[in-house]
């Protein structure tokens, strides 16, 4: 998951296996949220969203997954390739009094994947 | 399609001097934003403008500037530039404000690396 300080945390696998990329938010008034990818010296890329009303969201190779009881998501990749290797982050809306302010995207520390031939 | 361009891509500054980050895209976005990267950090954002004549503030809005030149343009501006301002400033863009009733694709430029001494 994601946490605080100068180290993120990293993730190392083989290629084929599949990855899974956990993020914890804190407010559980919290009602979106995005996946980027960030390949080193670019900027981020986004990667899949997901709203509150769901549990699971799926793209190309990719599966998100939302636990709003334990405020955690994840991010599922398929048969991870060296392509895979990036800096994923997850992203979203902060929620304020009077509403959420959508516009101030909010973005996680970032988890370093890792894929070896 | 350039998508969003950024300029300078690399600047080195003294303390205390001033200098204007560049940030266009053709993609006739509405709302622009600026953020900035430090090691170990997710994105922070600076200041956002969800639409041409309109500005807001982010997270770290202090010690910058910026200005939505007319809808293509954003520009980041430090007055008087410290140490604490040496990071990778991404410019990015979205169709609207991201979350609401859209979907949270921003899409950002390569970078800007600068550093204050």
């Given at each position: 998951g994601e946490s605080v300080g100068l180290h993120l945390p990293t993730l190392s696998v083989q290629e084929g296996d599949n990855s899974i990329i956990n993020c914890a938010y804190s407010?559980?008034?919290?009602?979106y949220f995005i996946w980027y990818k960030q390949e080193s010296g670019k900027g981020p890329q986004f990667i899949i969203d997901i709203r509150s009303n769901m549990d699971k969201r799926q793209g190309q190779r990719v599966t998100v997954l939302l636990n709003k009881t334990v405020k955690h998501l994840s991010l599922q990749i398929a048969a991870?390739?060296?392509?895979?290797?990036a800096v994923y982050f997850c992203a979203g809306p902060q929620p304020q009094a009077g509403g959420t302010s959508y516009g101030k995207l909010t973005f996680g520390q970032g988890t370093i994947l890792t894929v070896h031939p | 399609n350039a998508g969003v361009t950024q300029t300078p891509k690399f600047q080195v500054l003294k303390t205390g001097q001033s200098m204007t980050l560049q940030c266009a895209q053709?993609?006739?976005?509405n709302s622009m934003y600026w953020y900035r990267q430090d090691p170990g950090m997710g994105l922070r954002l600076i200041y956002y403008s969800a639409s041409e004549g309109t500005t807001d503030k982010g997270e770290v809005p202090n010690g910058y500037n910026v200005s939505?030149?007319?809808?293509?343009e954003f520009s980041l501006r430090l007055e008087s530039a410290a140490p604490s301002q040496t990071s990778v400033y991404f410019c990015a863009s979205s169709s609207?404000?991201?979350g609401y009733l859209n979907t949270g694709e921003l899409f950002f430029g390569e970078g800007s690396r600068l550093t204050v001494l």
């Open positions: 407010n559980s008034a919290s009602d991870t390739q060296p392509g895979d290797s | 053709d993609m006739n976005h939505r030149l007319n809808k293509r609207s404000i991201v």
